[in-house]
Structure formats: C-alpha cells, structure tokens
T-cell receptor
C-alpha cells in the first residue's frame, strides 16, 4: 500500500506549457506539503496545507498554484513553465503540524522543461 | 542564516563495515534534528528525530547522536548492507518545530560495495 503517491513520476514538457502534478495520501494525515529538490539536491518547502487550508507559502512564483480538494489530496498546477522549473517535486504529509511529526514523502515527480 | 552542513559529501565503504556521517548546523532556536534516508529515485524516509535533550537514538543498525552544545550530530551505520546505499539527509527544525522551520542539508551519498 502506497502511503503518499504522486503522479506522474516523470514529466517532460516544453517551455510555456501548463502542467499539473497530483498527490494523494492514505495515512489520514492532516497536513500536506510540496517540496522542490533542485540539481544541488537541496529540498526546499514550497507550500503547506493543513486540513485543506494554506499554511505556508514560501517565496514561490505565482505560476505555481496548489489546490487541495480534500485533506487527502494536494495537487500542484504550474503555468507557463520555464527552464528553471526543472527539478524533482516531492509531495509529503505529516500527522499534523506538531513539532515531532515526521514527514512521509512520495517518490517524487521529475519535471524536465525543454 | 540557518544552515545545515553535512560531511562527507560522498562515501564508499565495503559491505559489512561501519561508517559515520556528520552533520553541523547553525539553526537557532533549535527544536529537533532529523535524519532521513533517500534511496535513488525515491522520497526521503525518516530514520530518527531527536530533541535537544536527547543525545542518542537508535533505529536498528542506525544510531544518531546529538550534541546540542556544539550543534553537531552524527549518524552511525553498523554492519553496512548493500541496501544502505542511499543519500542520508540531516534536517534541523528551528522556531516552532514544524515543517515551516525545517532546514535541509545537502545529504551524504553513501555507496556500499560488495
């Protein structure tokens, strides 16, 4: 049973296109996140939702828009893709926002913009 | 500026040997420190979470230590196995302790050779 699943696993597209990445968790967690892992391997938080409400919105271009239809889903839509958007995007969830809630990550979506 | 630095950047050891990975941080105020294992093409998986009052925590063959005074942590792997080949990421949680206060290290890429 996959705890945090995201689709697609690979996404190759051209500059200027619009694309979406979907994420679902079956752990019953309240909080979900999107992280970006760039070529230098640093993981950076982009967004955090708690019970469908936006909690964290880091300095991310407004071309990126998260949507949470329910607390088990957090999708990421990206408009007007740019070369610099190429990275691996990870969805994650945690029980809640408490201090010691470990993050459960999906297996990532490798986005390549050409 | 909050930073997490890990060393070595990469490490190759023979199967069955022990190894120790290092993590130094400048995150302040400090809440907790986490170690994650990231297999190639997969999302990070939590190994340990430690608060400032804990100086050691084990998870099977993985033992993490924390010195909150010197702001250093280490991850010791005993009797390494081929499946230990992965990147190990040190993550420090600052103010609030939640995901919004996480600072990620770049990871140590560990290769176990038969």
């Amino acid at each position: 049973d996959t705890a945090v699943s995201q689709t697609p696993k690979y996404l190759v597209t051209q500059m200027g296109n619009d694309k979406s990445i979907k994420c679902e968790q079956n752990l019953g967690h309240d909080t979900m996140y999107w992280y970006k892992q760039d070529s230098k391997k640093f993981l950076k938080i982009m967004f955090s939702y708690n019970n469908k409400e936006l909690i964290i919105n880091e300095t991310v271009p407004n071309r990126f828009s998260p949507k949470s239809p329910d607390k088990a889903h957090l999708n990421l839509h990206i408009n007007s893709l740019e070369l610099g958007d190429s990275a691996v995007y990870f969805c994650a969830s945690s029980q809640d926002q408490a201090v010691f809630s470990p993050l459960h990550f999906g297996n990532g979506t490798r986005l390549t913009v050409t | 500026k909050n930073q997490v630095e890990q060393s070595p950047q990469s490490l190759i050891i023979l199967e069955g040997k022990n190894c120790t990975l290092q993590c130094n941080y400048t995150v302040s105020p400090f809440s907790n420190l986490r170690w994650y294992k990231q297999d190639t093409g997969r999302g990070p998986v939590s190994l340990t979470i430690m608060t400032f009052s804990e100086n050691t925590k084990s998870n099977g063959r993985y033992t993490a230590t924390l010195d909150a005074d010197t702001k250093q942590s280490s991850l010791h792997i005993t009797a390494s196995q081929l499946s230990d080949s992965a990147s190990y990421i040190c993550v420090v949680s600052g103010a609030g302790g939640g995901a919004d206060g996480l600072t990620f290290g770049k990871g140590t890429h560990l290769i176990i050779q038969p």
